[in-house]
């Protein structure tokens, strides 16, 4: 009985997530207007090569050349509406919207065995209304894919973990949503590193085991990927995962402006004044990747004495909660959301250690890995959304721990005031 009803709560959520994502896209966007270029410029080439896929035009530009200048995974998620319904941004973004509610399903399933239904309930439920989550179906940017592929990937290698015997299918759907997630986004190669020194850490039977899933799992990334590294490797003469998107993030988080101007410091910005003919005129994109992380190195010889400051600048965008943005709808619901989360978020995490350690252990990779990326590159609420499911996986287990232990019966108030023994001996004289 309670299984029926927690399966009729789960689908209530998911379509009241579709719901909010439906109506928030219609109240801002609008479902079949036009992308805006000051919505971000992401957006611009996901839906520019979806449609040149799906009109057989490959991934190129609106010119007709081929560009890796973008890893593919945004534009091919696209790709089915498209080549379905033409070049329909609504059904773009309902699909969307639809896969980013799907991931709620996905928090459930990953916490239901160890942690409870009512947990699985309430993390779906608090991913469902997270501005966090459902903000980035409106300018079809790469975070929904990316938190489903995530999520998928984070629950399959914990149930791969967790099975004695005949974990290899699950292994390999495990790699194969790791190779989804990197093509959507390369920077979860950053969990590699924490992976490898917890598997170092192992006793000697389980790190046997650990390598053997880690294994089959970066062959099943590998084989997900290769494809477009040869394609690169072809078309664009390098073989890579994106041409031009890394040096210039590289660039834009280390220059004179972001390593010297407090406004900027720790945030990304590229001003007019620093693009010069020679990046105008680059012959390709391998040389204009290659020059803007070249300049990005010399604005870092040429500054030693700002690092310091600077990756503190850096961790303090990531987990601050005023995101810098005139869209004051914006910079209030990311700030009140991640403010009332946030604790539960980190109390969450020290409950897991106890509950699950399998869970908590990738969870913590995951922020391992947040960490590693915004030291490299640059702090942004955005990087801390891509992988907003699996912090509200941690606060549902924080909220429920919180609601646990504030369950206080008046036994228990007895017993923790050490007033048990007193009790007991009054109750045996016949007072009790």
């Not at 040096?247 to 900027?264: E, I, Q, R, S, Y």
Request: net charge positive; proline share 5%.
């Amino acid at each position: 009985m309670f299984l029926r009803h927690y399966s009729i709560a789960l689908a209530f959520i998911i379509l009241a997530a579709v719901g909010v994502r439906l109506a928030v896209i219609e109240k801002f966007v609008g479902l079949d207007e036009p992308i805006s270029a000051a919505d971000g410029l992401d957006q611009l080439d996901y839906e520019l090569f979806a449609w040149r896929m799906a009109s057989g035009e490959g991934y190129t530009l609106a010119d007709g050349a081929p560009t890796a200048r973008r890893t593919p995974g945004t534009s091919l998620l696209m790709l089915p509406m498209y080549a379905a319904f033409g070049r329909s941004l609504l059904a773009a973004r309902v699909w969307f919207a639809l896969l980013s509610a799907a991931t709620c399903a996905v928090v459930a399933w990953m916490l239901e065995r160890t942690c409870g239904r009512v947990t699985a309930l309430v993390a779906a439920a608090l991913l469902a209304i997270n501005p966090g989550s459902f903000y980035y179906t409106l300018h079809l940017w790469s975070e929904p894919g990316y938190g489903l592929f995530l999520a998928l990937a984070t629950m399959l290698a914990v149930v791969a973990w967790r099975k004695e015997e005949n974990w290899l299918p699950t292994a390999l759907l495990a790699g194969v949503c790791w190779g989804c997630a990197l093509l959507i986004r390369p920077q979860v190669v950053f969990l590699l590193p924490f992976v490898a020194l917890t598997v170092l850490w192992l006793p000697a039977g389980q790190r046997t085991r650990a390598v053997r899933q880690l294994v089959v799992q970066c062959l099943l990334v590998g084989a997900v990927a290769l494809p477009w590294v040869v394609r690169n490797a072809v078309v664009m003469g390098q073989p890579c995962l994106a041409t031009v998107v890394g040096g210039m993030t590289f660039w834009g988080a280390h220059n004179k402006v972001t390593l010297t101007d407090p406004a900027w410091r720790g945030l990304w910005d590229i001003p007019d004044h620093l693009v010069d003919d020679e990046l105008r005129h680059a012959p390709n994109e391998i040389a204009l990747g290659d020059l803007a992380t070249a300049r990005a190195w010399a604005s870092l010889r040429n500054h030693p004495s700002e690092i310091p400051t600077l990756l503190v600048a850096k961790l303090y965008r990531l987990v601050t909660p005023f995101e810098p943005t005139t869209n004051r709808a914006v910079y209030w619901s990311f700030a009140l959301s991640w403010m009332v989360s946030a604790p539960f978020v980190a109390f969450g995490l020290w409950e897991l250690r106890r509950r699950d350690p399998v869970l908590y252990a990738f969870l913590a990779f995951h922020l391992g890995g947040l960490v590693l990326s915004t030291l490299l590159f640059y702090g942004a609420a955005r990087f801390r959304h891509a992988v907003e499911p699996l912090l509200m996986v941690s606060a549902a287990v924080g909220v429920m721990a919180c609601v646990e232990y504030c369950r206080v019966r008046p036994f228990d108030v007895v017993r923790v005031l050490g007033l048990d023994s007193l009790s007991r001996r009054f109750a045996g004289r016949g007072l009790g």
